[in-house]
């Protein structure tokens, strides 16, 4: 079965209407897999030219966003979390090395949060990841990447705080602890 962008984001408004909080981001999460396993919903929405960023469907209830990410090359970004917000983050294409971080000091005076390292995990096409308000973790591609993101507000309209690694956080140390793929 194919989806179109209008069954998709209908059936993510019904996850969260008939399933509350975590539940229903969840049952998103196994939804967000579905259409990543839809060719033809990927051809759609993720061949040929696309911005970094692209606002496919905000839900007008919910206020959750759809979202197209088209990023070139290596990137690394820093440890972050969403602010008051969710997101799902759904690999199409490429990889991304995700980590996890604990936070070890909560941003305060204007100063950066200290985070430290937990763990890395690899997204690979067809994997979705679900992280909760206050998750931190940093995503890093070493070539190009297309996801599918889904936030619970559009991010572009929150402010979040930084975070920086503690010392014994040095990405080198990371490599030697790469743990298998995310479930």
Not at 31 to 60: C, I, M, N, Q, W
Not at 62 to 72: T, V
């Amino acid at each position: 079965m194919s989806f179109t962008l209008q069954e998709f984001a209908a059936a993510c408004h019904r996850s969260l209407v008939e399933s509350p909080g975590v539940p229903g981001r969840e049952k998103m999460r196994a939804l967000v897999e579905k259409v990543l396993a839809d060719k033809e919903f990927v051809t759609t929405h993720f061949s040929g030219k696309l911005a970094e960023r692209k606002v496919l469907y905000e839900d007008p209830q919910f206020g959750f966003c759809i979202l197209a990410h088209a990023y070139e090359g290596a990137r690394n970004s820093n440890p972050h979390d969403h602010g008051p917000s969710w997101a799902i983050y759904g690999q199409v294409a490429g990889e991304t090395i995700m980590s996890d971080w604990a936070l070890v000091e909560p941003p305060k005076n204007n100063q950066p949060g200290k985070v430290r390292f937990v763990k890395d995990y690899t997204l690979k096409p067809g994997m979705a990841r679900l992280y909760n308000e206050g998750d931190l973790h940093s995503p890093r591609r070493e070539k190009a990447t297309r996801l599918l993101r889904i936030e619970g507000t559009n991010l572009e309209k929150v402010r979040r705080l930084p975070y920086e690694r503690v010392a014994d956080s040095d990405p080198q140390q990371r490599s030697a602890q790469r743990l298998p793929a995310a479930e």
